[in-house]
């Protein structure tokens, strides 16, 4: 301390008192006053009392972060502190030390959850050695073999760390300066920093220490109570990983009386920062609240949340000590010098106690909460171990309590992550670290004896083994970490041994043999005879510890084979711990083939046994590296006293080969399900390595230890086949022998499968001559054999070693080629190399039986195609070692030749009881196997007697195996044996033995048979060809008679006409008849006005109903047809995404907003129904629904409450259904249409007229309506209801309407009618023009009846028209149904125009023609709709449809425009539609306007409709218009003079238009790109115009509209008869009343406000399409931005999102699967992805979940699914959940797929049909992501 005279404690007290109040607000004179104290004791009494009083005033909320609470602590509790320090200004001393300060090497930085992190495969020490994304962005990793991953919080990255890094551990930004020397840290800090500093830190730890681990929370601790303390208490409640979400929330919700939301809040906080406050109040309220949630969570014997009463002082106090915490983790990053002083801190002694703080956090490091923890462990992060001796010090404290620390963890209920044992990872895995604590401080045998101490208890004490149970395995799973970390030290093999390595390593070899005696022979099991088992036994533990085991097994004995010394001493070691399990069996004599050996008695089938034989695997694992010293079991002075004999190490792996046999035989059937899932695992990947493929390895060693002969009879009486083999076993009719018979076969076959594994399986190092390489290359090989696989796949097929490597890049390449995937759902393949098929095995014995059944499937195939024999034959194995080289002797053993040939005489014979295919199969296998080890063998100068041998005998091997040529029953395998007799012959001929029958004979007959063969397989052939060509005569001669027979079919069909119906799949019956015809034509087609063409008559339909199958035609007078739709809600044009939709009562859709902000979309699948077929299934699903006994939430792909269900054909979801209706035209003659032509300009007033007059009042019985009805099948009349009334007025003879008033008489008398039925015919229509009004309507009706054709709406056509309509309406609104509203029209109006712009928008956006690729359903879709909106008016009531009509037109009325919104605001392509539909301008005559008439005068009406709309359109551009001035002369020069005259006259109406609206332009924009900018912006408004009039019209689109078009403008305009100069449009030489509107809209009151203010938000052409958000091309960049996402609802320590998901459609990032976030919609709780989902997409959501490369697709509040990001690593493929950590990079193509899934609303029906695939997702809670 300074060297200052300070007074007594007292004074100090008084002092600070006093200067309180005036000294709180500068930090600086507070500092200089701390730093007058003379000692430690006094500068720690000024802090406390300067504590006391203002900690609890600054911290008031009893919360962890409130941000008010954070910047007032900082400023008044913490810039003191820092003055004090600095010694000065805080920001001027760090920033001086920093330039001083050597940078640090080691980067130390601290990774917060969700950020990237990175680890390169070729350099780093191990997976846990990561990089930070700046380091390896500045690194040479990057150009490496790298993982990447997500960090869960904690670690920090290794930059900089040698011992981290085989090679460039240095990234730019860390590179050491050889120029500057090295310094002590300290010697930058001044004396006096280094005094006040150290002192600060001592106080401040101590300080921390005591407040966090205050064990009573009702007091503060002594030094920091007042004198006062008020009645301020609150309840704490504590996190724990027993009690779920909705326990806690129930608890609080009865304990403190909260809301649900509420409730939600304090268990999101306790969750995130491990404790919250739950009730604030006096003590004993508290004190209830807390009784309350003890007692409610305790039940069941269960352990009840932890939950404290504490003083509100207390809380504040702990508060501020965790954010002292933060500050010094911060401070240590200033200068080293700081970070070594408080190291030394750390380090030193806590209240005098022997532990230092660092020890005494470690051992409390449980009774502390979450943030707790992760404060402090960052603290250590941040200082301990970022200084390598530090670092060690840390690591020898951490393993001197290591036991304490591991049984603490064991014992709480908090996740590793949180725990102060995740900190080992740090130390254990520096090389330097963890061989300095083996050597020095027996790390190795402290960790094992741990972990052996800890599970005694779990050990049966009469048995010695351990027996686990379901109920008492908890503490062991937590307590598995232990092998975690014992692998993390295996992983760092001594570069040297020396005498006290080897002893200290041996030391803890001891104590692993004393676990593996533990687990040697655990979990046995008995046959069951008689009864089933009745309870599965607990099996899963056993397996998870040999998984966990497992890696630290293998690095282990690779630490043994590096040292001579220390294998001999484990070698040892293990041969005695196995001596003291191995239990002595009896033996009995057993002979075969004239061969007698003593064999141990056991019969598995009715004795224990079991997969866990730890101890002799473990032996198998050092016994195979014996050979790298020369060394085998007969070595002297190798084995120890009482060594077991080959004889009993060969006992128990032959016992668990037995057992799979028998499993597999079916004979323990009765043993449930719990032991095939242990001889799952004993040979799956996950385990293979140390057990199975360690048993064989015994057996091998065994094999080549004892006399081959000796070995197979013993492996014959362990599977019990001696007696089978015996000839009286053929012949026997004993119950035993009968039975044996049974199961025999099966048990024969896997006993040669076992042969041909210890013969063959020789890709072991050290059992053959063959490297790793060698040996993944194998099992990718035979991977590959069954079928192509992905890269993914192959991984997961191989095992890994300790740093999750499989070695398949190095041998890949050379086994298979890689074939790239193909479009969108497929993913890269490798397919094996030709070259390499022959050295595939049947019986590769990592094979299960389904990959063995596959293979042998496979090879069949490929021999039909290759008939190549080597494929059938076997492969060489490699070379044995010198150790397993009697290993090929096995096949030249007397008994080997008596078993195989046993099998051959057996199938020879038809020995049926006891021969199968399998068995002559491997036999022949066997036999193939002997041949070339014997032509090895005598290459090489060896003896092999397999030839002489199997010549032996009478008969012999060898005659029996001719004897099997031609014989049907070795047909399968007909090729193997050619294959072995042509050997046999070869090496019978390389030895001079001639003697045995010619083989070429055998060989000739052979070929002679095939021939025959032949033959007979061309004949059939020919005769098949023959017949076909028969057939085909035939028919062509039926084609030609029924051609002569019917020419008028073929009168108009042409060759070119045939292939354009081919091609054109995906146009309607109308384009197929119109396209042949058009091309005759020398006019184009046009749709509107006087000059329309002639739409061609389409005949009515066939149609099949996809439920009843039944043929039906599309009329209007039956039943009705309908199609399938979904209607739903759609942002997917939206401009102006964040628009609120309001409130849907108050929604007015009359005027669609240009942005387009929302609309309705509707789709189909184009498979059409009968209504009453369709309206039985859906009442089909509903009545199911309602039977369903047992209900769960989500328990269907769609939701009935919204009348969703899927097509019963293509299951595509749908909500409503459209009816069909015939072709408009179709439904008036032709003589009948008479069209009342007018000019535009008369159109025009007429519009005003219509506008000024308003809406006129429409009677509900009109005398003029003609009565809709029809006759039903049945022949009751079907009456139209009231909204339907007055539809057809009366039209007269010459089209025009006819007078009410006219009489009966004089209306009839022109038709003929009167005349034609005489006087009296007369003289009753007198007589009932007399009875009244009436009669007058009948009379009226009947004329219409007599005179044109009158519309027969059947009920049920009706019926479906309302249907669709009210869904609409109920959709598209978000309201319950209502008939009566009247926005029920618009809602039709407007779901037809948004759908044909979607649907425009989506061809555009794939460069599509308009026409031309348009798929079939969706021009059957868009024609259902848009006749249904035609229709659909006139069942509405007309006084409402009547308002909208004046309400529309008021746009295109001078006088009225400024009413309305203007012209800026609108959707004009949406304007226009409701113009059309509404049958605005159709004449009337004080009622509403008749379908017949809307459906005749729709051409000159839609004509002048769509020139007064577009002209306004291009109005909107020009107004919106922003033209750079640049020319572009050559462009200009290129046109011709009409189009440049056509370019000036558009700049001229520009700067006119501007002019009115008040804009003045400084630049005037050059002609020509202001032409060109008019055009683009108005073609998808020509282009949705003309799909509008297509189907409203019937008349035929322009074949250039059909194909792609350089300029659609042209046979767009042509086509809609609008002029092809668009300049024309907006010129001066308009008509007055065209120049009054324009000067009208440009004039509106809005538009000139809205042009001028520079934040409009004015739309402006031409309209971009939507775009999915740009994607960065790495995911890490993706990962790291997201990184950085807070919690919007959370703050401090733990602030950061556990699951951040990016809205692909905005951009936004949101908590998902969160109930930090949660909000309310509609009055239910959904999670953030929903919530934004509502306003951002209508309920349409696309996120990609970053940390778990996960796309979410939403469709409504509870439906999602799962699906393929866009990022896919090298190989094609997605990586979910980052598992296997390949780089990920976009695939555009993926990306572009997604975009057009969205664009074209697809979104729901691929939810519905993954939901379908995969019923696991319907359980998942969608509506809280």
Not at 1611 to 1630: H, I, N, T
Request: with cysteine; proline share 5%; hydrophobic share 35%.
């Amino acid at each position: 301390m300074a060297g200052h005279q300070g007074p007594d404690d007292v004074t100090v007290t008084e002092r600070n008192r006093a200067t309180m109040e005036g000294l709180l607000n500068q930090p600086m004179i507070l500092a200089q006053e701390w730093q007058k104290c003379t000692t430690k004791v006094e500068l720690k009494q000024a802090l406390y009392d300067f504590w006391r009083e203002n900690v609890p005033l600054a911290y008031t909320s009893n919360e962890l972060s409130v941000p008010e609470e954070d910047q007032l602590c900082h400023d008044k509790l913490l810039d003191p502190l820092e003055w004090f320090i600095c010694n000065g200004d805080p920001k001027i001393v760090i920033q001086q030390l920093k330039k001083t300060d050597s940078p640090p090497q080691l980067c130390g930085r601290v990774f917060k959850m969700g950020e990237p992190t990175y680890s390169c495969r070729d350099c780093a020490m191990d997976p846990t050695c990561v990089l930070c994304i700046e380091c390896f962005q500045k690194s040479n990793h990057k150009s490496h073999r790298y993982r990447m991953n997500t960090s869960g919080g904690g670690g920090y990255c290794d930059c900089g760390d040698i011992e981290a890094w085989k090679s460039d551990p240095y990234c730019s930004l860390h590179q050491p300066n050889p120029e500057k020397p090295s310094q002590d840290p300290l010697d930058h800090i001044p004396l006096d920093m280094q005094s006040y500093a150290s002192a600060l830190f001592c106080i401040l730890l101590h300080y921390c220490c005591d407040t966090l681990q205050q064990e009573d929370p009702e007091v503060p601790i002594e030094e920091l109570r007042s004198k006062s303390m008020g009645d301020t208490y609150c309840t704490m409640l504590f996190n724990d990983e027993i009690h779920t979400y909705e326990q806690v929330i129930d608890t609080l919700k009865k304990a403190v009386g909260c809301t649900a939301k509420e409730a939600v809040e304090f268990a999101t906080i306790v969750d995130r920062e491990g404790r919250s406050t739950v009730r604030n109040g006096p003590y004993k309220d508290c004190e209830r609240a807390r009784t309350i949630i003890k007692r409610n969570t305790s039940h069941h014997d269960a352990k009840p949340l932890k939950v404290h009463v504490m003083h509100t002082t207390v809380v504040a106090h702990q508060t501020y000590a965790l954010r002292l915490l933060s500050w010094l983790s911060e401070v240590a990053t200033y200068a080293d010098g700081l970070r070594q002083l408080l190291c030394q801190e750390l380090m030193k002694t806590f209240h005098g106690s022997e532990d230092t703080i660092l020890e005494q956090l470690m051992l409390q490091d449980t009774k502390l909460w979450k943030v707790a923890r992760i404060q402090w462990h960052k603290v250590f992060m941040c200082t301990l171990l970022m200084d390598m001796e530090y670092k060690k010090q840390f690591a020898i404290m951490f393993t001197k309590h290591y036991s304490q620390i591991l049984h603490d963890f064991a014992e709480d209920d908090h996740d590793h992550a949180v725990s102060v044992t995740s900190l080992s990872v740090q130390i254990y895995t520096v090389p330097t670290v963890s061989r300095m604590l083996i050597t020095e401080h027996n790390l190795l045998a402290v960790i094992l004896k741990t972990f052996v101490n800890y599970t005694q208890k779990y050990i049966e004490a009469n048995k010695g083994k351990f027996h686990f149970l379901r109920m008492n395995v908890n503490g062991l799973r937590r307590f598995q970490y232990v092998l975690i970390d014992l692998r993390y030290i295996l992983s760092n093999k001594p570069d040297e041994w020396s005498s006290a390595v080897r002893e200290r390593v041996m030391e803890g070899i001891v104590h692993l043999l004393d676990l593996l005696s533990a687990m040697h022979g655990m979990d046995q099991v008995v046959r069951q005879v008689g009864q089933h088992i009745e309870i599965e036994p607990e099996w899963e533990t056993a397996f998870n510890l040999q998984i966990k085991l497992g890696p630290c097994l293998t690095l282990l004995l690779d630490w043994c084979s590096s040292d001579r010394s220390l294998l001999l001493s484990a070698y040892r070691a293990t041969m005695t711990a196995l001596r003291k399990s191995f239990d002595p069996c009896p033996d009995k004599e057993i002979e075969v083939a004239s061969h007698k050996t003593q064999c141990l008695e056991y019969n598995v089938s009715v004795k224990p046994v079991t997969v866990h034989c730890t101890l002799v695997r473990f032996l198998a694992g050092l016994q195979l590296e014996l050979g790298k010293y020369n060394l085998s079991y007969f070595s002297d002075g190798l084995l120890p006293q009482h060594p077991l004999s080959p004889v009993e190490l060969l006992e128990e792996p032959l016992r668990t080969q037995v057992l799979m046999a028998q499993v597999y035989a079916t004979m323990w059937r009765r043993n449930g399900y719990s032991l095939l899932n242990q001889i799952y695992y004993y040979q799956n990947v996950t385990c293979q390595r140390e057990m199975y493929d360690k048993d064989i390895i015994m057996l091998q060693s065994c094999a080549c230890m004892m006399d081959t002969n000796e070995f197979l009879i013993r492996a014959l009486d362990r599977f019990k086949l001696v007696r089978f083999l015996t000839t009286e076993f053929e012949t026997s009719s004993t119950p035993e022998d009968i039975q044996l018979r049974a199961q025999g076969l099966t048990i024969m076959e896997e006993f040669l499968h076992l042969m041909i594994v210890l013969v063959s399986e020789r890709y072991v190092p050290g059992v053959g001559q063959v490297t790793n390489t060698d040996r993944v290359r194998r099992e990718v090989l035979h991977q590959l054999y069954i079928n192509p696989l992905s890269h993914s796949e192959i991984v997961k097929a191989l095992p890994k070693d300790h740093c999750h490597e499989t070695g398949v890049e190095e041998v890949i390449n050379s086994v298979a080629n890689f074939k790239k995937p193909v479009g969108t759902n497929g993913k890269g393949l490798y397919e094996i190399k030709p070259e390499c098929v022959r050295e595939y095995s049947p019986f590769f014995y990592h094979y299960s039986r389904v990959d063995q059944s596959k293979s042998e499937e496979q090879q069949r195939k490929r021999m039909k195609l290759d008939k190549d024999e080597l494929e059938v034959c076997p492969p060489l194995p490699p070379l044995p070692s010198l150790n397993f080289k009697n290993l090929a002797h096995l096949l030249d053993s007397d008994v080997f030749i008596h078993v195989v040939r046993t099998v051959i005489r057996r199938t020879a014979s038809h020995i049926r009881q006891i021969f199968s295919e399998h068995s002559i199969h491997r036999a022949l296998y066997l036999i193939g196997l002997a041949l070339l080890e014997e032509k090895r063998h005598t290459s090489m100068g060896e003896d092999f007697h397999f030839i002489d041998k199997a010549a032996k005998g009478d008969p012999s091997l060898l005659s029996m195996l001719q004897s099997l040529t031609g014989n049907s029953t070795a047909e399968p395998h007909k090729e193997l044996l050619a294959w072995v007799l042509k050997i046999i012959a070869e090496l019978q001929l390389s030895k001079g033995k001639m003697n045995a029958p010619p083989p070429s004979s055998s060989k000739e007959g052979s070929k002679e048979d095939k021939e025959k063969q032949e033959a007979d397989r061309k004949k059939k052939a020919d005769i098949a060809q023959k017949r076909r060509s028969h057939l085909m005569d035939q028919m062509k001669a039926m084609q030609k008679s029924f051609i002569r027979q019917n020419p008028e079919f073929f009168e108009e069909t042409s060759i070119s006409a045939r292939e354009e119906r081919l091609a054109s799949s995906s146009i309607d019956s109308v384009d197929m008849v119109s396209m042949a015809a058009a091309e005759m034509r020398p006019y184009s087609y046009v749709a509107l006005g006087p000059m329309q063409t002639l739409a061609v008559q389409e005949d009515v339909p066939k149609v099949t109903c996809i439920l009843c199958m039944e043929e039906s035609d599309i009329r209007l007078d039956g039943e009705s047809l309908v199609l399938p739709m979904f209607v739903q809600r759609s942002t997917v044009l939206s401009k102006a995404r964040d628009k609120d939709f309001g409130d849907p009562d108050e929604i007015e859709p009359l005027f669609v907003d240009a942005h387009l902000s929302w609309g309705v979309h509707t789709g189909t699948c184009g498979h059409i129904m009968h209504a009453d077929c369709w309206r039985g299934y859906f009442e089909s699903l509903v009545t199911k629904e309602k039977r369903r006994t047992f209900r769960f939430n989500n328990n269907l792909s769609y939701d009935l409450s919204r009348q969703q269900y899927l097509c019963p054909l293509c299951k595509t979801i749908s909500n409503t259904v459209i009816p069909l209706i015939p072709s408009l035209q179709g439904l008036i003659p032709e003589e009948e249409r008479v069209m009342t032509i007018t000019s535009f300009p008369e159109w025009l007033n007429i519009v005003k007229g219509i506008v000024r007059s308003g809406p006129i009042p429409i009677q509900q019985s009109s005398p003029e309506a003609v009565d809709l009805s029809t006759t039903s099948a049945e022949g009751s009349s079907v009456d139209m209801e009231e909204p339907c009334a007055g539809l057809l007025p009366p039209v007269g003879i010459t089209g025009k309407w006819t007078d009410p008033k006219q009489s009966g008489f004089e209306m009839l008398h022109g038709t003929g009618l009167l005349e034609t039925l005489g006087d009296a015919a007369s003289q009753t229509i007198q007589q009932l023009e007399t009875l009244g009004d009436a009669a007058s309507q009948k009379l009226h009706k009947f004329y219409n009846l007599l005179h044109g054709k009158s519309f027969s709406f059947s009920k049920s056509v009706q019926e479906m028209i309302r249907m669709y309509s009210k869904a609409a309406y109920t959709v598209g609104l978000g309201v319950m149904p209502n008939d009566e509203n009247e926005r029920v029209p618009i809602l039709s109006w407007n779901v037809c125009a948004y759908t044909i712009q979607a649907t425009e928008l989506l061809l555009r956006s794939k460069g599509k023609p308009l026409f031309g690729e348009m798929s079939s359903r969706q021009t059957e879709g868009l024609k259902a709709l848009v006749r249904f909106a035609v229709v659909n008016t006139f069942y509405h009531k007309q006084n409402h449809v009547q308002k909208h009509t004046v309400r529309l037109l008021s746009v295109l009325s001078a006088e009225h425009t400024h009413s309305g919104p203007s012209i800026l605001d609108l959707d004009l392509f949406s304007l226009l539609a409701s113009i059309c539909l509404s049958c605005a301008t159709v004449p009337k005559n004080d009622k509403t306007a008749g379908l017949k008439t809307t459906i005749t005068n729709l051409p000159i009406e839609g004509q002048h409709a769509m020139r007064a709309t577009f002209t306004a359109h291009l109005i909107q551009i020009l107004l919106t218009a922003q033209i750079q001035s640049h020319v572009d002369e050559e462009s200009f020069m290129e046109q011709d003079g009409a189009s440049n005259q056509q370019a000036e006259a558009m700049l001229r109406a520009y700067i006119a238009v501007r002019e009115l609206a008040g804009i003045t332009d400084d630049v005037k924009p050059n002609a020509w790109t202001l032409f060109n900018h008019v055009r683009t912006s108005c073609l998808p408004f020509l282009r949705c115009s003309a799909i509008f009039f297509r189907f409203i019209t019937g008349v035929s689109t322009p074949s250039e509209l059909k194909g792609l078009c350089m300029d659609e403008v042209e046979p767009l305009c042509g086509y809609l008869a609008l002029p092809s100069d668009l300049s024309s449009l907006v010129s001066d030489d308009q008509d007055s009343s065209m120049q009054e509107l324009i000067r009208a809209w440009c004039q509106h009151p809005d538009l000139r406000s809205q042009l001028n203010d520079p934040d409009a938000n004015i739309i402006r052409f031409p309209i971009q399409i939507n775009q999915l958000i740009d994607l960065p091309e790495d995911y890490s960049d993706l990962m790291n931005n997201v990184s950085l996402f807070t919690c919007p609802k959370a703050s401090g320590a733990q602030s950061d999102s556990r699951a951040p998901a990016l809205c692909l459609i905005c951009g936004a990032v949101v908590c998902s699967q969160s109930y930090c976030c949660q909000t309310e919609i509609d009055g239910e709780t959904v999670g953030a992805c929903t919530a934004h989902s509502m306003t951002c997409g209508a309920g349409v959501g696309l996120y990609l979940r970053v940390r778990e490369c996960q796309l979410l697709m939403m469709s409504a509040k509870n439906k999602g699914c799962v699906h393929q990001t866009p990022y896919l690593d090298e190989y094609g493929e997605p990586d979910l959940n980052l598992r296997r950590g390949n780089p990920l990079h976009l695939s555009h193509e993926h990306y572009s797929h997604l975009h057009e899934t969205w664009l074209s609303h697809s979104i729901p029906s691929q939810v519905a049909h993954r939901l379908e695939a995969n019923i696991t997702l319907l359980t998942i809670d969608w509506q809280n992501l």
